[in-house]
């Protein structure tokens, strides 16, 4: 059997579980399947459901193949997202507006979607009032991903806190992060990266029920395994993950290729 048709294979870590995929494509689909799934549940019991949606590389195929979903209850769902840059437009080509504009709103009529407003003329009262809609949707589903330097959202390292009292705000990014941004191809140069972002903090992420985490290509294969295999703190804040009662980190063969001595197959 080839890499290319060899079946998915499940393994736990702490109460984290794992899925790793042959490819990024078939990871995105079964990360997917598992959305839709909760939302089609969701929806037996919810007028309304919230959703946090990320944004970033590792999004692609998992929102690609979501917006083509046109059973799923979109008139129901609630959406909101994680971070936004702090001083650019959404119409700037990195900014997380306009990346879910042409890949999740503009696809799908949902019942609502509230943007982070980057470029408010105060921000701080901007994320204030957005993590007062976000309390109020009580979000139970949520998509993301793992940051080069282990970051949730925009909660790099040396800003992380897993019991932040806010459930939004205002962080300067490192320089690991601001390096990746660069590499993904969303500013030309790390001078252009701003150095301030909005973003939800994590706890805020954390008490969503359920977690549904994409993490694909080998650009994160460090990073997987640091998150897997070190002590949980803020100095890979995606360590967290592993004490979260229902969250599901979907790999394809690239990330997880640091990992042969950790998993333990299911």
């Known amino acids: 059997m080839t890499e290319e048709t060899a079946p998915a294979k499940c393994y736990q870590v702490g109460s984290m579980k794992v899925e790793v995929h042959p490819t990024s494509k078939e990871a995105g689909v079964a990360a997917v399947g ?26 692609f195929e998992t929102l690609k193949e979501l917006t083509i979903i046109e059973s799923l209850p979109w008139n129901k769902i609630r959406g909101f997202h994680m971070d936004e840059y702090v001083g650019i437009g959404a119409d700037h080509p990195a900014s997380f507006r306009r990346y879910l504009r042409e890949r999740l709103t503009e696809k799908v009529k949902m019942n609502s979607f509230l943007e982070i407003d980057g470029s408010a003329e105060d921000p701080e009262k901007a994320g204030r009032e957005y993590a007062d809609e976000l309390r109020s949707a009580d979000p139970q589903l949520c998509l993301l991903g793992i940051g080069e330097n282990g970051h949730l959202a925009f909660n790099d390292p040396p800003i992380a806190d897993f019991a932040d009292p806010a459930d939004i705000k205002i962080v300067q990014l490192d320089a690991t992060c601001r390096q990746q941004q660069t590499a993904e191809g969303w500013f030309s140069s790390v001078e252009q990266v701003p150095e301030y972002a909005i973003t939800l903090t994590i706890p805020a992420l954390l008490r969503v029920p359920k977690l549904i985490v994409s993490v694909p290509g080998r650009r994160k ?30 790999l394809d063969l690239e990330s997880a290729d640091q990992l042969g001595d950790v998993l333990i197959s299911q």
């Open 34 to 59: 598992a959305a839709a799934e909760a939302l089609i549940e969701l929806a037996r019991t919810h007028e309304s459901i919230g959703v946090i949606f990320a944004t970033g590389a590792s999004q």
């Open 221 to 250: 294969a460090k990073i997987v395994r640091r998150a897997f295999t070190e002590p949980i703190s803020t100095a890979c804040p995606a360590t967290i993950l592993r004490t979260h009662p229902d969250a599901t980190v979907y």
